[in-house]
């Protein structure tokens, strides 16, 4: 066999995302190339036939390539981008609590991505979403409690992987504890290696135990174990807490190299290098393409780098070889066939996951329903949400700005059941304001929370209604206790 070139076991670290639903020519070269493998977002996905095709095509030039996407079920979803996952998020099986229906949505899941040609998920995520203020983490988090968030995390790696998809469990070593997006900028976890220890790390521990094949850092900084550097670039955090403590012996996956906390002061090429001489195996970018004139110049870029940081000294050949034997897991076509999946499996799970307080209104087919529209989290992107669709013959309007005003709210809705739509309506001081406001002037309110229930509910409120998620599986078991 021939000796791979410096430059094959570069491209061979690489993760990187393509525009468009079909691979362009230059993804096509890169692959015959021997490229790591690529990972698919919502805008390379119209329908499941197409992506079906399109991991085929790839396969052409390289049968033993890694393709990945984010499916969480819930609310980040790729598969489904363009109308929402039939499977509720991580939050919604946390609440249920049984590992039973956490093991199989994730079956189901794992199915789905093998149909399409997809070996591995950059899921679950095991984060504790410890802070209600979080912005990146929130339903896409099991729960807030550590014990909770480690055996449903365990069941979702085994669901997944008894599907035949490597699982990916995020993002190490938690992003739950912070109040700040990892996309825009490096946010801080602010807890002793004790705290890790007993908060951030058990949920890790399980899916290790459990046989997670890789692992996704975070671009996080702990300053107990990090300083001032990012997770993702932590030899630290990467060889001696991950590998040497926790065990762990498979394949270390970036964050996105693009995003704020990693990038925005070094470029993506540095960035991989130093997240290859942290212990990183492959290197995920790309998601965020719109900050890219032109992917492919990244990509080739990302390469001289890393060979140029081979001929400085600064990374060794050995660390190059240990990451692409790492990643050779995850390489492989999908072989496992998972048959008699039910179809009503996640809206079974939204149901049970459905959580009312106070007492709901009669007659809502007369009410009005109203959707704010608080900005979405980068990883969750446009993905459609909302009741509209599931209470046909509702008079429903979506408040899509300021200012917002509340005696016209007021007087459309006089003498019948208002119905506020929001998530995370704790977090953004306009929804949160508007809610308060009309509860404390109309008689039936009721808030359908479809983000992170807070501990915050407005004043007034005839009832609060958590759905813990915004699926479309979640909107309708909403819609049917609504609608009575």
């Known amino acids: 066999m021939q000796t791979p070139t410096?430059?094959?076991?570069?491209?061979?670290?690489?993760?990187?995302?393509?525009?468009?639903?079909?691979?362009?020519?230059?993804?096509?070269?890169?692959?015959?190339?021997?490229?790591?493998?690529?990972?698919?977002?919502?805008?390379?996905?119209?329908?499941?036939?197409?992506?079906?095709?399109?991991?085929?095509?790839?396969?052409?030039?390289?049968?033993?390539?890694?393709?990945?996407?984010?499916e969480e079920g819930g609310d980040v979803t790729r598969l489904s981008y363009a109308h929402g996952s039939r499977y509720p998020g991580n939050a919604a099986l946390?609440?249920?609590?049984?590992?039973?229906?956490?093991?199989?949505?994730?079956?189901?899941?794992?199915?789905?991505?093998?149909?399409?040609?997809?070996?591995?998920?950059?899921?679950?995520?095991?984060?504790?979403?410890?802070?209600?203020?979080?912005?990146?983490?929130?339903?896409?988090?099991?729960?807030?409690?550590?014990?909770?968030?480690?055996?449903?995390?365990?069941?979702?790696?085994?669901?997944?992987?008894?599907?035949?998809?490597?699982?990916?469990?995020?993002?190490?070593?938690?992003?739950?504890?912070?109040?700040?997006?990892?996309?825009?900028?490096?946010?801080?976890?602010?807890?002793?290696?004790?705290?890790?220890?007993?908060?951030?790390?058990?949920?890790?521990?399980?899916?290790?135990?459990?046989?997670?094949?890789?692992?996704?850092?975070?671009?996080?900084?702990?300053?107990?174990l990090t300083g001032d550097l990012a997770a993702t670039f932590s030899p630290d955090v990467l060889g001696r807490l991950l590998r040497k403590e926790l065990g762990f012996t498979g394949a270390v996956v970036s964050d996105g190299l693009e995003m704020g906390g990693a990038s925005d002061e070094i470029g993506v090429p540095e960035a991989a290098v130093r997240a290859l001489l942290a212990g990183n195996d492959l290197l995920c970018f790309g998601g965020e393409l719109p900050k890219y004139a032109d992917v492919e110049s990244i990509v080739e870029a990302t390469v001289a780098?890393?060979?140029?940081?081979?001929?400085?000294?600064?990374?060794?050949?050995?660390?190059?070889?240990?990451?692409?034997?790492?990643?050779?897991?995850?390489?492989?076509?999908?072989?496992?066939?998972?048959?008699?999946?039910?179809?009503?499996?996640?809206?079974?799970?939204?149901?049970?996951?459905?959580?009312?307080?106070?007492?709901?209104?009669?007659?809502?087919?007369?009410?009005?329903?109203i959707q704010l529209e608080p900005p979405a989290p980068v990883a969750v992107g446009e993905v459609p949400w909302g009741l509209a669709t599931h209470v046909p013959g509702v008079e429903t309007l979506r408040l899509l700005g300021e200012p917002l005003n509340v005696d016209a709210i007021l007087a459309r809705a006089e003498g019948r059941p208002l119905v506020l739509v929001s998530r995370d309506t704790h977090r953004h001081p306009h929804a949160r304001a508007l809610a308060e406001a009309l509860s404390a002037r109309h008689p039936a309110v009721v808030l359908v929370e479809m983000g992170w229930p807070a501990v915050w509910r407005p004043a007034g409120a005839l009832a609060y209604v958590a759905t813990y998620g915004s699926a479309p599986v979640n909107a309708r078991a909403a819609a049917e206790i609504l609608l009575g």
């Open 94 to 224: 946390g609440v249920v609590d049984d590992l039973a229906l956490t093991r199989d949505v994730y079956r189901a899941i794992g199915a789905d991505l093998a149909a399409v040609g997809i070996t591995l998920d950059m899921a679950p995520s095991v984060d504790v979403n410890s802070a209600d203020d979080n912005p990146a983490i929130g339903t896409r988090s099991f729960a807030a409690d550590p014990t909770r968030v480690a055996a449903h995390g365990a069941a979702a790696v085994v669901g997944l992987q008894s599907a035949g998809v490597a699982a990916c469990a995020k993002h190490f070593p938690g992003h739950g504890a912070t109040e700040a997006d990892s996309h825009v900028g490096l946010p801080v976890v602010d807890a002793s290696e004790d705290l890790l220890w007993r908060r951030e790390l058990p949920p890790f521990r399980a899916a290790i135990d459990a046989g997670v094949l890789a692992i996704m850092t975070a671009h996080v900084r702990v300053p107990a």
């Open 305 to 369: 780098a890393i060979v140029d940081a081979v001929h400085a000294g600064r990374l060794t050949r050995d660390r190059l070889e240990e990451a692409v034997a790492r990643t050779d897991a995850l390489s492989r076509p999908p072989t496992v066939r998972v048959d008699g999946v039910d179809p009503d499996l996640g809206l079974v799970a939204a149901r049970r996951a459905l959580r009312v307080e106070g007492t709901l209104p009669p007659a809502l087919p007369e009410g009005l329903v």
């Open 6 to 70: 410096l430059r094959g076991l570069a491209l061979r670290t690489l993760l990187p995302a393509f525009p468009g639903v079909q691979p362009p020519e230059w993804a096509r070269r890169l692959a015959r190339e021997g490229i790591g493998g690529f990972a698919l977002f919502g805008y390379n996905i119209a329908d499941l036939e197409q992506v079906a095709a399109l991991t085929a095509a790839l396969r052409v030039e390289r049968p033993d390539m890694i393709i990945a996407t984010d």
